[in-house]
């Protein structure tokens, strides 16, 4: 089984194994520029996007042109919006999916409507909440929030519905009144799965920034990506695309690295995969 | 403290249209400080029995008392340990067992450091203080939850199978320990079981119950001399005793199964006919 103490220590043959992909990608994609395979305009090659990307960041070149230096602002726009969108809506759905799960009660009032809003992709949203909300952030957060909270409601509530009876009885029967078996027996048990709910919330709130700021506002890597469309930038597109790809997995990541600071007894009894 | 007294209990489950009748008219006095096992075939009750005690289940009719008390819900005067160890997946051995001293209802039990302590040290499990359940032993898991269980001093421990999944060989370690900590400390103790031997082994009284009713059948007084030892399990006495309590298991479980005896036998004899083919191919 892998644990963290192998993973300080990676062989060679493991840094290969990392590499493969994402190498033989590049090389094919750069082949394929070189030779005339596609045109440069079209799929400009690595090599050109490097250079563009850079001048994004930094504005040093002028690459980028009309973008130049441009990056940091669109990043954090897209980042802020994720992580405001992201909150609310993670939030509300941890309560919302706790509550489902702990009450049938509120699992009658509650369910069938969340169930049917839920089939409703939020991408429909768009239209009603940009007259709702007008131009701006309110749209985009209120999309971002609304994707968020059905993976977070709904593992909530799997979370405490998969929690052992044996443990809840044992604890009543210790003596645990209301507010104990919910702290103490809960909100641990379900926590597993609350953080994986989380995470699907996290991956969503990324492919939701995207949609609302091609709409909604005129920042923001997703206003980028398309600015860069209308003006024929495949290059500068690319440069977002991959932008929006990294920061969605250094975001994807630190929901794990909180899993793992809070987890450290889910991972014995799974299969964790071969070395 | 710890003497229960269950009187003309009946407990009807509705499961769908048809009612079923786990227990009928059930009378059972257990003593202060007395040992007494439940054995019997699968469906016979006794672990309805026990959950009644426990107060997990309510009567349909009759009453169950316990120290001069009706039984009203769980509690920690009546610490149950369940087959399925419960164990908190996410706190150490050390935190399990301090659980029920940290919860509000057991504050006047005393500080838990000294009781965790003493009860990691009675259980051989103070190496293993800073292991998740996960990281245990099925034996040693068990250990920890009767461990947990006892912190909180119940005047009354309730036994649900609590070996039943564990192997033969740890099972009679386990059975030498209870008794150990029993012998050290006497509580009134109700442990069900479907193991004879195990319930007569354990028991001051064995209480055999048959099914479809669940009612008791016989209670046998197991006069063996204490502390039990596991070399008695060959003498006279004890094989006695086995014998007689596996007779009354037995017609009563065959008793369900009465029109499948002659299919039972005349499927004998194509299987030894199988065999015979079989080792007539190896040779």
Known sequence: MRSRNDRASTRPAEVLQYLVLPAAVLVLWQVASDVGFVRRNILPPPSEVVLVWYDLITGSTDAAARYSGSWLGHAWASTWRVFAGFAWGATLGIVAGLLIGLSRAVERMLDPTLQVLR????????????????????????????????PAAINATHGVRQINITLYKAARMMGADERELLRRVILPG????????????????????????????????????????????????????????????????????????????NEKETFGGEH | ????????????????????TALDAVDMQVRD?????????????????LNLIAGFETPSSGQVVVDGAPVRGPGPDRGVVFQQTALFPWLTVEQNIAFGLSLRANRDKG?????????????GLAAFRKRRPAELSGGMRQRAAIASVLAIDPSTLLMDEPFGALDALTRSIMQDFLLELWEARRKTVVLVTHDIDEAIYLADRTIVMTAHPGRISEVIEVDLPRPRRYEMRSTAAFIRLRDHVTQIVRAEAMKGTAPLDATAASSAMPDSAMTATMNAHTK
């Open chain 1, 119 to 150: 089939n409703i992709p939020v991408t429909a949203w768009v239209p009603l909440s940009l007259v709702f909300f007008g131009i701006g952030n309110a749209p985009a957060i209120f999309l971002i929030g609304l994707g968020a909270f059905f």
């Open chain 1, 190 to 265: 379900a926590l597993p799965s609350i953080l994986t709910g989380l995470r699907l919330s996290m991956g969503i709130a990324w492919v939701l920034v995207v949609v609302a700021e091609i709409l909604a506002v005129r920042r923001g890597l997703g206003y980028l990506l398309n600015d860069a469309y209308l003006f024929y930038r495949n290059d500068v597109v690319i440069a977002a695309m991959l932008s929006i790809g990294l920061l969605g997995f250094v975001s994807d990541r630190l929901v794990v690295l909180v899993r793992r600071a809070l987890l450290t007894w």
């Open chain 2, 33 to 49: 400080q007395e040992f007494v096992t439940l054995v019997g075939a699968s469906g016979c009750g006794k672990s309805t029995l």
């Open chain 2, 1 to 20: 403290m710890g003497s229960i007294s269950v009187s003309a209990v009946s407990k009807r489950f509705e499961t769908g249209d048809v009612d079923v």
């Open chain 2, 111 to 123: 500080e838990a450091t000294p009781i965790v302590e003493r009860l990691l040290e009675r259980t």
